[in-house]
């Protein structure tokens, strides 16, 4: 089995592919991808994974995007020596619950810091037209990036995401 992961050394979903793969042991050819450089965005990343996001897994040519599909695929295909798919029916929805909650709640709140502490710099000395073309460039962050301008996300809405964070601790403690 070949395994290489396109991804970016940052990105909480990349770090969550790279640990699953650490954990089963399963040797991957790494290719970091400069997300402020827009390699992400280039076409031939595009033809691999049309959202312009990381991370993208390629097992002997077979392309898998999105890292709660990653893991889960891994799984499938790797079940040891670690699984992360439990046994019974029951458990393995509980399991799907619980990544597609991680999905919806703190992995889409913490992009609004995140965003805001690593990419704001940038996007500030951009001018309005660069940044418009820019957020206009990205298949699935776009609305996102709009949202967030060059002047990043106010005060109420860290807060908020912040508030959601809390809550996902609540939740998982």
Known sequence: MSFILYN??????????????NAKRLPFEEKKLD????????PEYLALN?????PTLD?????????SVIIEYLDEVAPGPETFTPDTPV?????RALMRFIDEMPAAAVRVPTFNLAF??????????E????????????????AMGRKGFPEK???AALERMRRTYERMH
Do not use: W, Y
């Open 91 to 95: 458990a393995r929805a509980k399991m």
């Open 8 to 21: 970016a050394p940052q990105s909480t979903c990349s770090q969550r592919v790279r640990f699953v793969l």
């Open 35 to 42: 997300l402020l450089a827009g390699d992400q965005l280039k």
């Open 131 to 146: 940044f418009l073309a820019f957020a206009e460039s990205k298949p699935l962050r776009k609305e996102f990036m709009l």
């Open 59 to 67: 097992h002997d040519g077979n392309i898998v995007i999105d890292s």
């Open 50 to 54: 049309p959202n312009g996001v990381v």
């Open 120 to 129: 704001l710099p940038r996007f500030a000395a951009m001018s309005e037209e």
């Open 157 to 159: 809405e860290m807060n």
